[in-house]
């Protein structure tokens, strides 16, 4: 046979890094061999996997998609022969991305049940904005992606695990605090607190818009919790969907939470998978292991 089964591992981890240097490390080789693999498999298949530029990294070709999608089949069925001598169903690497701001609260639990049911599945965990995961999601380095269903490009495929209703996050004295519910006509009136990812800010301030109202005193945060931490401090107000086990700020400062009056739309957590890409047993654990999760987790939090 030309082609390797290390011909196939080399090139998947340049497609799941988009670099050489980072998938050398990832497998514990010299940048050299990455890069003489590469070019062997290149040479043996007669086509690019990759496009090179420099100082962006490297990115599949249409062609490049097609095979690395068929080598991801052939691994996975080497992984499901060599867990026969372990009695292991699972095994292998699984490439995940999760919304940064959504991570910490649900990953931890996520990934300690799919270990508990898999000991020998790897996850490999991504941190990013939603404009980093719709790219990574589109170039084919990602096998499922965890996130808000904000900016996700066409041609993926969606598995919803819950739907969260906006709230209004206050400082506990705030005037609005001691209502019920508060309106987005009443938050208009303070300092609005917005986080700043792609996506994110001009999404709520559609919630505004759509109602024909316009905020005037506005700032951004990077972090969800930064945006906490703010209105917490008497800084601001602010609009948000996800709702911590605990309504405190990072430095101990109490939040009021309250419903909004208006019918907003729901907000949807989602798996996110690309079409292009055949599905896969690891995917699909781990897809088992969420909807579960969510399923057991009213609310995400929340609790009226």
């Not at 062997?40 to 090179?52: A, M, N, S, T, W």
């Not at 907003?264 to 909807?291: G, K, N, T």
Request: proline content about 5%; overall charge neutral; some cysteine.
């Amino acid at each position: 046979m030309k082609i390797s089964l290390r011909h196939l591992r080399y090139a998947l981890a340049v497609t799941r890094h988009s670099n050489i240097t980072q998938a050398a490390e990832h497998l514990n080789v010299s940048q050299p061999a990455i890069s003489a693999a590469i070019s062997e498999l290149e040479g043996h298949l007669g086509q690019l996997l990759f496009i090179r530029q420099r100082g962006l990294g490297m990115t599949l070709t249409p062609f490049g998609r097609v095979a690395m999608d068929k080598a991801r089949q052939i691994l996975a069925g080497v992984h499901e022969l060599e867990s026969l001598a372990t009695n292991d169903a699972l095994s292998g690497e699984l490439m995940l991305a999760c919304f940064e701001d959504l991570a910490p609260y649900c990953l931890p639990q996520l990934l300690r049940g799919l270990q508990q049911r898999h000991p020998a599945i790897r996850v490999a965990i991504r941190e990013c904005g939603f404009d980093q995961i719709g790219k990574q999601l589109s170039n084919g380095s990602l096998d499922v992606a965890l996130s808000y269903d904000l900016g996700l490009p066409d041609g993926v495929h969606t598995t919803v695990l819950c739907e969260l209703a906006a709230h209004a996050l206050l400082p506990a004295n705030h005037p609005l605090a001691a209502q019920h519910k508060v309106s987005l006509q009443q938050l208009c009136e303070y300092p609005l607190v917005l986080t700043g990812q792609a996506y994110s800010w001009q999404h709520f301030l559609d919630l505004f818009r759509f109602h024909g109202l316009q905020p005037q005193n506005l700032s951004k945060t990077h972090s969800f919790e930064l945006q906490r931490g703010l209105v917490a401090n008497g800084l601001g107000v602010a609009v948000a969907y996800t709702r911590p086990f605990g309504d405190h700020s990072y430095d101990g400062q109490p939040l009021a939470v309250r419903p909004i009056s208006e019918a907003l739309p729901l907000q949807r957590i989602v798996l996110a998978q690309s079409r292009a890409q055949s599905d896969s047993q690891l995917v699909d654990a781990f897809r088992e292991q969420a909807v579960q999760w969510f399923g057991e987790s009213p609310g995400f939090g929340w609790q009226p």
